[in-house]
C-alpha cells in the first residue's frame, strides 16, 4: 500500500458543529503532516507528529484539535470554525522527521464552514 | 525561518516547447528540494526532487538543477504535452525537521 488515505473527501459543518477529519498510511511512515491548502494558493503547515508524538504546532488556533491515536492514523478534530476556515485539507506522510524524503500525500478533505 | 519564491506565477507554452520555473530559498540550512505537481482538485504529487550534495538530476522529461551558492533551484520541463498542464511547487526543508516550506506555485498551461 503506498497511499495516504482521508476520509471525508468533501465536508460541509455549521459553526457550531463538531466534525473530525482522518487520515491512514500503512507505509510504515512516523512522520504524518496536516497542511491548509487555500484556492491557488501553496500548502501551509499546521502540524507535524512524529512517532505519534505532536513536535511541531505552528500557530494553530485550538478550534483545531490534532490527534494521532497509532502509526497509521491521524485526525484532526474540528471545533466551532470559522469561515474563513473553509479550504482544502492535506495529509501527508514521510518516512521520519528529521531526514528529508519526500512526503506522500493524500488527496485532502474540501471543507466548507457555512 | 526559511522563504521560498516561486516564478513565474503562470506560464504558458505551446506542446513541444521547454517550460523552465524557477525558485530561490533563504535559509543556507536548507538541503532537500522537492517539487510537486497538483492537477486542479487533486493532490500535490513528488516529481522529482535533489539533495544539495548533487548540482543536477533528471529522469526523462524532468530535470531540476541547484546552484546552492546562489540559492536557486529550477525544474526543467521538455518536449511540453497537454498533460504537464498543472500547478507545479517548489519546496526546501533542511535535516532539522522535514518541514516543507513551499513556494507559491507555477500555474503551467500547454496549449496543443
Known amino acids: 500500500d503506498t497511499e495516504v488515505t482521508q476520509t471525508p473527501k468533501h465536508l460541509v459543518m455549521g459553526m457550531t458543529n463538531k466534525k473530525s477529519l482522518k487520515c491512514e498510511q500503512h507505509?510504515?511512515?512516523?512522520?504524518m503532516y496536516w497542511y491548509k491548502q487555500k484556492a491557488k494558493k501553496p500548502p501551509e503547515l499546521m502540524f507535524v507528529?512524529?512517532?505519534?508524538?505532536?513536535?511541531i504546532n505552528e500557530s494553530v488556533p485550538s478550534r483545531f484539535s490534532p490527534e494521532c491515536p497509532n502509526s497509521s492514523l491521524l485526525n484532526l478534530h474540528l471545533h466551532a470554525l470559522q469561515p474563513e476556515d473553509s479550504a482544502l485539507y492535506l495529509c501527508?506522510?514521510?518516512?521520519?522527521?528529521?531526514?528529508?524524503?519526500?512526503?506522500?500525500f493524500g488527496s485532502g478533505t474540501r471543507l466548507t464552514v457555512v | 525561518g526559511e522563504n521560498v519564491e516561486q516564478h513565474p506565477s503562470t506560464l504558458s507554452v505551446q506542446e513541444g516547447d521547454s517550460a523552465v520555473i524557477k525558485c530561490t530559498y533563504s535559509?543556507?540550512?536548507?538541503?532537500?528540494f522537492p517539487w510537486y505537481k497538483q492537477e486542479l482538485g487533486k493532490r500535490p504529487q513528488l516529481i522529482i526532487d535533489?539533495?544539495?550534495?548533487?548540482g543536477e538530476k533528471k529522469d526523462q522529461r524532468i530535470a531540476v538543477t541547484l546552484n546552492k551558492t546562489a540559492k536557486h533551484f529550477s525544474l526543467h520541463i521538455t518536449e511540453t504535452q497537454p498533460e504537464d498542464s498543472a500547478v507545479y511547487f517548489c519546496?526546501?526543508?533542511?535535516?532539522?525537521?522535514?518541514?516543507?516550506?513551499f513556494g507559491g506555485g507555477t500555474r503551467l498551461m500547454v496549449k496543443p
Open positions: 501527508a506522510s514521510s518516512l521520519r522527521q528529521g531526514t528529508n524524503y519526500g512526503y506522500t
Open positions: 507505509m510504515g511512515h512516523r512522520a
Open positions: 507528529y512524529s512517532y505519534e508524538k505532536l513536535s
Open positions: 535559509d543556507s540550512a536548507s538541503n532537500y
Open positions: 535533489i539533495r544539495s550534495n548533487v
Open positions: 519546496a526546501a526543508s533542511n535535516n532539522a525537521g522535514n518541514m516543507l516550506t
